[in-house]
């Protein structure tokens, strides 16, 4: 049973994050869901997002790393990336 709900993402649209999740649906990254569940904080939200944004696409982190990365989280979450 989770412990947190999705939030809509339409609705989510209508606060500042708006420019943030339609960067990531065009991107297709980060996942809808991190925005459903983190827009329980919307500053949160926002800060985590320009984190990431920083990290996987501004070249913060070397390429190789971010691979070893994705691989370490597909395998925790049990998906066959």
């Known amino acids: 049973m989770p412990n947190i709900t999705l939030l809509d993402i339409e609705e989510l ?3 500042k994050l708006k420019p943030y999740i339609e960067k990531s649906l065009e ?15 919307v500053n949160l939200a926002e800060k ?9 696409n501004e070249g913060a982190l070397d390429h190789k790393l971010k691979e070893v990365i994705r691989v370490m989280l597909s395998r925790m979450a049990h998906c066959s990336y």
């Open 13 to 15: 649209k209508k606060t």
């Open 27 to 41: 991107l297709r990254a980060p996942d809808p869901g991190f925005h459903a569940v983190m827009g329980h904080n």
């Open 48 to 56: 985590a997002y320009l984190f990431w944004v920083s990290v996987f």
